[in-house]
Protein backbone atom coordinates (compact mmCIF):
# COMPACT_ATOMS: atom_id res chain seq x y z
CA UNK A 1 0.00 0.00 0.00
CA UNK A 2 1.51 3.33 -1.21
CA UNK A 3 2.11 6.00 1.79
CA UNK A 4 2.56 9.81 1.90
CA UNK A 5 5.96 9.40 2.38
CA UNK A 6 6.00 7.41 -1.09
CA UNK A 7 5.46 10.27 -2.80
CA UNK A 8 6.20 13.33 -0.59
CA UNK A 9 8.43 16.30 -1.32
CA UNK A 10 11.21 15.63 1.28
CA UNK A 11 13.68 18.45 0.51
CA UNK A 12 11.21 21.54 1.03
CA UNK A 13 11.54 25.33 0.54
CA UNK A 14 10.22 27.04 3.82
CA UNK A 15 10.19 30.35 5.18
CA UNK A 16 9.62 31.92 9.21
CA UNK A 17 6.46 34.05 10.05
CA UNK A 18 9.24 37.83 9.46
CA UNK A 19 10.21 36.30 6.42
CA UNK A 20 9.51 39.36 3.86
CA UNK A 21 7.08 38.81 1.40
CA UNK A 22 9.53 40.06 -1.39
CA UNK A 23 12.36 37.26 -0.01
CA UNK A 24 9.19 35.10 -0.18
CA UNK A 25 8.19 35.93 -3.51
CA UNK A 26 11.79 35.57 -4.84
CA UNK A 27 12.21 32.20 -3.90
CA UNK A 28 8.55 31.10 -5.26
CA UNK A 29 10.00 32.21 -8.77
CA UNK A 30 14.01 31.07 -8.05
CA UNK A 31 12.51 27.76 -6.86
CA UNK A 32 9.07 27.44 -9.89
CA UNK A 33 7.09 26.50 -6.44
CA UNK A 34 3.86 27.43 -5.55
CA UNK A 35 3.42 26.74 -2.06
CA UNK A 36 5.83 27.80 0.97
CA UNK A 37 5.27 26.01 4.57
CA UNK A 38 6.35 28.89 7.32
CA UNK A 39 8.18 26.72 10.26
CA UNK A 40 8.75 28.18 13.66
CA UNK A 41 11.37 26.94 15.69
CA UNK A 42 11.04 23.86 13.76
CA UNK A 43 7.76 24.08 14.08
CA UNK A 44 4.70 24.22 11.10
CA UNK A 45 2.84 27.13 11.51
CA UNK A 46 1.50 28.50 8.27
CA UNK A 47 1.54 28.12 4.72
CA UNK A 48 1.86 30.85 2.11
CA UNK A 49 1.10 30.55 -1.63
CA UNK A 50 2.34 32.37 -4.38
CA UNK A 51 -1.31 33.11 -4.85
CA UNK A 52 -1.43 35.00 -1.74
CA UNK A 53 1.65 36.99 -2.67
CA UNK A 54 0.20 38.02 -5.96
CA UNK A 55 -2.95 38.95 -4.17
CA UNK A 56 -0.98 41.72 -2.21
CA UNK A 57 1.01 42.97 -5.16
CA UNK A 58 0.01 45.75 -7.25
CA UNK A 59 0.34 45.37 -10.63
CA UNK A 60 3.32 45.80 -12.73
CA UNK A 61 4.91 48.94 -13.90
CA UNK A 62 2.81 51.21 -10.81
CA UNK A 63 6.10 50.94 -9.60
CA UNK A 64 4.75 50.08 -5.93
CA UNK A 65 5.37 46.08 -6.30
CA UNK A 66 8.79 46.15 -4.14
CA UNK A 67 7.37 48.60 -1.70
CA UNK A 68 4.39 47.07 -1.00
CA UNK A 69 6.26 43.41 -0.66
CA UNK A 70 9.17 44.79 1.10
CA UNK A 71 7.11 46.09 4.35
CA UNK A 72 4.46 43.14 4.47
CA UNK A 73 5.70 40.00 6.37
CA UNK A 74 4.62 36.45 5.85
CA UNK A 75 2.74 36.10 9.34
CA UNK A 76 0.59 38.81 7.76
CA UNK A 77 -1.10 36.89 5.12
CA UNK A 78 0.16 33.31 5.96
CA UNK A 79 -3.19 30.36 6.02
CA UNK A 80 -3.11 29.48 9.61
CA UNK A 81 -6.12 26.47 9.80
CA UNK A 82 -4.27 23.88 8.23
CA UNK A 83 -4.86 20.50 6.86
CA UNK A 84 -1.89 18.12 7.61
CA UNK A 85 -1.20 14.70 6.90
CA UNK A 86 1.21 12.28 8.41
CA UNK A 87 3.87 10.34 6.24
CA UNK A 88 2.25 7.06 7.43
CA UNK A 89 -1.15 8.29 6.27
CA UNK A 90 -2.24 6.38 2.64
CA UNK A 91 -2.09 8.05 -0.62
CA UNK A 92 -5.99 7.92 -0.93
CA UNK A 93 -6.41 9.75 2.49
CA UNK A 94 -4.11 12.31 1.46
CA UNK A 95 -6.08 11.93 -1.93
CA UNK A 96 -9.19 12.60 -0.74
CA UNK A 97 -8.78 15.49 1.41
CA UNK A 98 -6.66 17.41 -1.93
CA UNK A 99 -9.86 17.05 -3.73
CA UNK A 100 -12.55 17.63 -0.76
CA UNK A 101 -10.62 20.55 0.18
CA UNK A 102 -9.93 21.76 -3.26
CA UNK A 103 -6.29 22.21 -1.91
CA UNK A 104 -3.08 22.20 -4.58
CA UNK A 105 -1.16 21.09 -1.50
CA UNK A 106 -0.83 19.62 1.94
CA UNK A 107 2.21 19.56 4.25
CA UNK A 108 3.78 16.17 5.91
CA UNK A 109 3.74 16.80 9.66
CA UNK A 110 4.87 14.45 12.09
CA UNK A 111 4.18 15.47 15.87
CA UNK A 112 3.93 18.98 14.58
CA UNK A 113 7.05 18.83 12.74
CA UNK A 114 7.17 19.56 8.87
CA UNK A 115 9.25 16.54 7.49
CA UNK A 116 7.77 17.23 3.70
CA UNK A 117 4.76 18.56 1.28
CA UNK A 118 2.76 16.31 -1.18
CA UNK A 119 1.24 18.63 -4.21
CA UNK A 120 -1.57 17.57 -6.95
CA UNK A 121 1.66 17.14 -8.93
CA UNK A 122 3.02 14.55 -7.14
CA UNK A 123 -0.46 12.79 -6.48
CA UNK A 124 -0.60 12.66 -10.57
CA UNK A 125 2.97 11.52 -10.72
CA UNK A 126 1.95 8.38 -8.37
CA UNK A 127 -1.05 7.93 -10.52
CA UNK A 128 1.19 7.21 -14.05
CA UNK A 129 3.53 4.85 -12.03
CA UNK A 130 0.08 2.98 -10.41
CA UNK A 131 -1.14 2.37 -13.79
CA UNK A 132 2.05 1.86 -15.37
CA UNK A 133 1.69 4.55 -18.12
CA UNK A 134 5.14 4.83 -18.95
CA UNK A 135 6.62 4.18 -22.22
CA UNK A 136 5.21 1.97 -24.72
CA UNK A 137 2.09 -0.23 -24.35
CA UNK A 138 -1.23 -0.25 -24.48
CA UNK A 139 -4.43 -0.01 -22.68
CA UNK A 140 -7.79 -2.42 -23.15
CA UNK A 141 -11.02 -1.33 -22.13
CA UNK A 142 -13.14 -4.45 -21.22
CA UNK A 143 -17.26 -4.27 -19.55
CA UNK A 144 -17.82 -6.79 -17.80
CA UNK A 145 -20.74 -7.91 -15.06
CA UNK A 146 -20.56 -5.75 -12.06
CA UNK A 147 -20.47 -9.52 -9.81
CA UNK A 148 -17.14 -10.98 -7.82
CA UNK A 149 -14.16 -12.24 -9.55
CA UNK A 150 -14.42 -10.81 -12.77
CA UNK A 151 -11.46 -8.95 -12.52
CA UNK A 152 -9.89 -12.50 -11.88
CA UNK A 153 -11.32 -13.99 -15.18
CA UNK A 154 -10.43 -11.12 -17.37
CA UNK A 155 -6.52 -11.96 -16.37
CA UNK A 156 -6.60 -14.79 -16.39
CA UNK A 157 -7.50 -14.66 -20.35
CA UNK A 158 -4.84 -12.75 -20.47
CA UNK A 159 -2.69 -14.29 -18.78
CA UNK A 160 -3.10 -17.12 -21.25
CA UNK A 161 -1.90 -14.51 -23.97
CA UNK A 162 1.41 -14.72 -22.42
CA UNK A 163 1.43 -10.86 -21.94
CA UNK A 164 2.21 -8.63 -18.85
CA UNK A 165 -0.07 -6.46 -16.88
CA UNK A 166 1.64 -3.28 -16.32
CA UNK A 167 -1.31 -1.76 -14.52
CA UNK A 168 -4.76 -2.17 -14.06
CA UNK A 169 -8.20 0.11 -12.23
CA UNK A 170 -11.70 -0.09 -12.44
CA UNK A 171 -13.37 2.95 -14.23
CA UNK A 172 -17.18 4.21 -14.04
CA UNK A 173 -19.71 1.86 -14.97
CA UNK A 174 -21.99 2.78 -18.47
CA UNK A 175 -24.83 0.54 -16.49
CA UNK A 176 -25.26 -0.14 -12.67
CA UNK A 177 -24.91 -3.61 -13.68
CA UNK A 178 -21.81 -3.55 -15.57
CA UNK A 179 -18.38 -1.77 -14.94
CA UNK A 180 -15.29 -0.90 -16.87
CA UNK A 181 -11.78 -2.91 -16.21
CA UNK A 182 -9.02 -0.83 -17.84
CA UNK A 183 -5.86 -2.52 -17.96
CA UNK A 184 -2.54 -1.44 -19.09
CA UNK A 185 -1.11 -4.39 -20.91
CA UNK A 186 3.51 -4.73 -22.03
CA UNK A 187 2.66 -4.24 -25.62
CA UNK A 188 2.21 -2.45 -28.42
CA UNK A 189 -0.69 -4.52 -29.81
CA UNK A 190 -3.79 -5.66 -28.05
CA UNK A 191 -4.74 -6.62 -30.51
CA UNK A 192 -5.06 -11.06 -30.12
CA UNK A 193 -5.76 -9.97 -26.36
CA UNK A 194 -8.92 -8.26 -27.80
CA UNK A 195 -9.77 -11.10 -29.82
CA UNK A 196 -9.61 -13.64 -26.75
CA UNK A 197 -11.55 -11.77 -24.52
CA UNK A 198 -14.18 -11.12 -27.25
CA UNK A 199 -13.99 -14.47 -28.24
CA UNK A 200 -14.72 -15.37 -24.10
CA UNK A 201 -17.81 -13.48 -24.24
CA UNK A 202 -16.28 -10.22 -22.39
CA UNK A 203 -17.13 -6.60 -24.40
CA UNK A 204 -14.10 -4.81 -25.16
CA UNK A 205 -14.77 -1.24 -25.93
CA UNK A 206 -11.67 -0.11 -26.74
CA UNK A 207 -8.34 -0.49 -27.36
CA UNK A 208 -5.41 2.15 -27.22
CA UNK A 209 -1.46 1.33 -28.13
CA UNK A 210 1.09 4.18 -27.33
CA UNK A 211 4.84 3.32 -28.87
CA UNK A 212 8.38 4.55 -27.62
CA UNK A 213 8.26 8.08 -29.26
CA UNK A 214 4.68 8.95 -27.69
CA UNK A 215 2.35 8.23 -30.74
CA UNK A 216 -0.80 7.03 -29.76
CA UNK A 217 -3.62 4.28 -31.90
CA UNK A 218 -7.28 4.59 -30.23
CA UNK A 219 -9.51 2.12 -31.69
CA UNK A 220 -13.26 2.16 -30.22
CA UNK A 221 -15.12 -0.81 -30.75
Known sequence: MLRVRDAMTREVVTVEPETGAA?????CREKNIRHLPVVEGGR???????????????PRGTGDQENTLGWVRVRDIMSTDLVTVHPLDTIEHAARDIHAHRFNCLPVVTDGELVGIITSSDMTRILIELIGAQGSGSWIEVEVPNEPGMLAEVTDVIRDCHVNIAGVFLGPASRAAYRAIVLRLETTDPSAIAESLTAAGYVVTSTESTS??????LERR
Open 23 to 27: RAWGL
Open 212 to 217: PSGGRY
Open 44 to 58: LVGLVSDRDLRDISP
